[in-house]
């Protein structure tokens, strides 16, 4: 069965960055849109960033716009989450999984979640003030 690997998580003061990584043994991740996703303690999932096949077109939740920056590599089949500017509020597992429905990033919502597949279990982000 095909699961996503996340990694790159870790502790960080704020205003500090990390990076994570999102990689899938024996699925192309180039040919998907690729999302990743957050939940904190109490909180919903939410939609951070997306990344579209082909062109690259990103999209990003309104929190993280100017601080992360989703990209790909693909000689390495390897999404990733740039995180700059860490905030506490930044604190949660991060999660990546892909979009099986259509190639190209369109919405965040919530309600774009059940088009999204192969999520794996996530890596911690925490944020210390």
């Known amino acids: 069965q095909v699961q996503f690997v996340e990694s790159g998580g870790g502790l960080v003061q704020s205003g500090g960055s990390l990076r994570l990584s999102c990689a899938a043994p024996?699925?192309?991740?180039?040919?998907?849109?690729i999302g990743w996703f957050r939940q904190a303690p109490g909180k919903e999932r939410e939609g951070v960033s997306c990344?579209?096949?082909?062109?690259?077109?990103?999209i990003n939740a309104d929190s993280v716009k100017g601080r992360f920056t989703i990209s790909r590599d693909n000689a390495k089949n390897t999404v990733f989450l740039q995180m700059n500017d860490l905030k506490p509020e930044d604190t949660a597992v991060y999660y990546c999984?892909?979009?099986?429905?259509?190639?190209?990033?369109?919405?965040?919502?919530?309600?774009?979640?059940?088009?999204?597949?192969?999520w794996g279990q996530g890596t911690q982000v925490t944020v210390s003030s």
């Open positions: 999984a892909a979009n099986l429905m259509r190639s190209r990033c369109t919405s965040l919502h919530e309600s774009s979640f059940h088009e999204y597949a192969y």
């Open positions: 024996g699925f192309s991740l180039d040919y998907y849109a």
């Open positions: 990344i579209s096949h082909g062109d690259g077109y990103a």
